[in-house]
């Protein structure tokens, strides 16, 4: 067979991934209305994972994960071979058994070449009774969805730390599976680990550590009863304490770190009663939270029933924890209702930026939600005016690209003003009441754009006679009907303010402070009044280090290098060292400080950076 390669058309693709196996199929043909994933080689519409049995074991030393996964087959093709994908898995041996035995004999499979993007499609012929394949392999170092920490790099300093992110297309590096998110599974696993290590899933725990009576075993194991796709399959390894919070919410963290997360979160069930108020019952059991060392790529990852957070959030005045509001968010947007392709990535993160503002609003009150609402506008409308038209587009097109490259303000902001746009014309109570039947109708399945519109236009026509619902699905900018969020408290913020007058000032007025200030502002003399160069908040440190960048402010320089080589966080790194990139010495001292910290970040993020530095 030859090498798949990415970008192009899914039928082709399908069609010779199957060679002289599938027969005709194609993945556009699907009746059952399953989209086409144009970032997995997997054949869902023939041969369906709809179960996954993990059993790995955690190995420090090697930076390995090894063991076997179990995959449960629906058939719907019976002459079809299974179609997996995989990046850098070292597949030992594969299995496959039939219903109701567990004879597991070896199975015939080949790993085809890699494709940068998309890693090595995985084909396995399949027996006509088997409906579960095993697979014994072991992880690469490099993985794309692990973080390895060495004990420097956590907190204690002790002891080392693993964990994953499996969003977008990373679950491949780490479980061999159809890493799509219109493929939903549940999951078992059994996690083994250094024994005084704690080990934590996107799952319920088969284990009690609550007060740490009993000292961590080293032998875990998790069910998650629901199914999810892929993406929200995540592990963590680490010295770990937690606090309970609410009778359904802990907080997990290293011990040092645990007490102030706790307090930083105590809004938490406050939160999920918002949101269980508006859009029907949490389904989840349990929300926890764990926050991560400070390399962890992202602000946070929605993994169910744990949220993952970057400790950046930690402001101790809890004037980031809508962070909080958007990954519980995402319990209903995302990981109830999911989006079928990376492609319709704005069903999930326009909706979560949407319920999260409305959470907001209710614990925090009308004006907290706009100060936030009128920031994500500015953050839009600024990253807009350097996106090519292509990207502008909430429905966009992927193809050829990873789905990381996706990720800019446009699916959650534009997304967000889009809903609030139709929540405008239509009247809160009714867009309520929509969305409340938006998430039932459509709870543990992954669905299309397309199908979005289709459940919009029969539930809502009258709104949809009034908002340009095409314009703002396939259309760059943003339409000039668009809702504008005013914010008299951030009105109020004046260029030239001085420090009286911010005593009451949270970080979104400083935040909004700066982004007012002129080109030519003096920096020397607000950093005198403010101490921006010495901000412990991350939020606004970045938005002031890349002013100073801009403007040449010497005395940033040192704090530039301090917050590149401790944090590890995509959003404020990539603006950072795009401001560095501009000029030559510039360019210069980014390289220089990426070498030192290249090892620090996790793969993600050094990807994300790694290319502007060429
Ligand atoms: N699910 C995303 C993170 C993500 C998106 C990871 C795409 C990989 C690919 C998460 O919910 C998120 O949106 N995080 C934001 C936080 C936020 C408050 C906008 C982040 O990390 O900055
Ligand atoms: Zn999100």
Redo the contacts with the bound molecule.
């Keep these: 067979m030859r090498q798949v390669h990415f970008g192009w058309p899914v039928a082709v693709l399908v069609t010779m991934a199957l060679g002289c196996g599938g027969g005709k199929k194609t993945v556009s043909e699907d009746a059952s209305g399953m989209a086409r994933d144009v970032h997995s080689y997997g054949n869902p519409q023939q041969v369906r994972p709809t179960h996954l049995d993990l059993d790995l074991e955690v190995d420090f030393e090697k930076k390995q994960l090894r063991g076997h996964a179990t995959l449960v087959l629906r058939r719907l093709d019976r002459t079809a071979p299974l179609m997996l994908d995989t990046r850098d898995l070292r597949i030992e041996r594969v299995e496959t058994a039939p219903a109701e035995s567990n004879d597991f004999r070896p199975a015939q499979f080949s790993l085809q070449p890699p494709d940068r993007i998309l890693g090595s499609a995985l084909r396995i012929e399949l027996p006509p009774g088997a409906d579960r394949v095993r697979l014994h392999y072991a992880t690469s170092p490099s993985a794309t969805a692990l973080q390895w920490l060495e004990p420097s790099q956590t907190a204690g300093k002790r002891r080392p730390y693993l964990f994953t992110?499996s969003?977008?297309i990373h679950a491949r590096s780490w479980i061999p599976l159809q890493d799509s998110p219109a493929v939903r599974m549940t999951y078992r696993a059994r996690i083994r680990t250094p024994k005084d290590l704690i080990a934590l899933m996107s799952a319920r725990r088969d284990f009690r550590l609550g007060n740490r009576k009993e000292p961590p075993s080293g032998d875990y194991s998790f069910r998650m009863p629901h199914p999810i796709p892929s993406?929200l399959i995540a592990l963590a390894v680490g010295e770990l304490d937690s606090r309970d919070i609410a009778t359904r919410s802990a907080v997990w963290a290293e011990p040092s770190v645990v007490d102030a997360a706790a307090r930083e979160f105590e809004d938490t069930e406050r939160m999920i009663q918002a949101v269980e108020a508006l859009y029907g019952p949490y389904a989840w059991l349990r929300y926890d939270i764990l926050v991560l060392p400070p390399s962890f790529p992202?602000?946070?990852?929605?993994n169910p029933l744990l949220t993952f957070a970057?400790p950046t959030i930690l402001a101790g005045d809890k004037s980031l924890v809508?962070?909080i509001a958007?990954?519980l968010a995402?319990s209903w947007s995302?990981n109830l209702v999911t989006n079928a392709t990376w492609s319709d990535?704005w069903l999930?993160?326009g909706f979560?930026?949407y319920v999260?503002n409305r959470i907001q609003e209710a614990v925090y009150g009308p004006e907290r939600a706009r100060m936030e609402a009128v920031l994500g506008r500015q953050e839009l409308e600024r990253e807009l005016a350097s996106l090519p038209a292509s990207d502008q587009i909430l429905h966009i097109d992927l193809k050829g690209r990873d789905?990381?490259e996706g990720?800019t303000s446009v699916p959650?902001e534009k997304g967000a003003l889009f809903l609030r746009h139709l929540e405008q014309v239509a009247g809160r109570e009714r867009f309520d009441s929509f969305l409340r039947s938006y998430f039932q109708k459509f709870r543990f399945q992954s669905i299309t754009t397309a199908q979005f519109r289709r459940f919009l236009e029969q539930s809502l026509p009258d709104v949809v006679a009034a908002v340009p619902v095409e314009e703002w699905l396939t259309q760059p900018g943003i339409p000039r009907s668009a809702p504008r969020v005013v914010s008299d408290e951030l009105n109020r913020v004046r260029v030239h303010a001085k420090k009286p007058e911010t005593a009451d000032w949270t970080t979104h007025h400083w935040l909004h402070f700066l982004r007012l200030q002129p080109k030519d502002a003096d920096l020397a003399a607000l950093d005198r009044e403010f101490g921006f160069t010495q901000s412990k908040n991350a939020e606004i440190l970045t938005e002031w280090l890349c002013m100073a960048i801009r403007a040449r402010y010497q005395p940033a320089e040192r704090r530039v290098r301090e917050f590149l080589l401790s944090v590890g966080?995509?959003?404020f790194l990539r603006p950072i060292y795009e401001e560095l990139v501009k000029t030559p010495e510039g360019l210069a001292r980014a390289r220089a400080i990426f070498a030192e910290a290249r090892s620090g970040y996790h793969p993600?993020t050094v990807a994300a950076i790694e290319p502007m530095l060429k």
Excluded: C
């Excluded at 992202?298 to 929605?302: A, I, Q």
């Design positions: 992110q969003q977008a993406y992202f602000g946070g990852m929605e970057t809508s962070l958007h990954e995402h995302g990535f999930n993160e979560t930026v999260e789905p990381d990720v959650y966080r995509r959003k993600i």
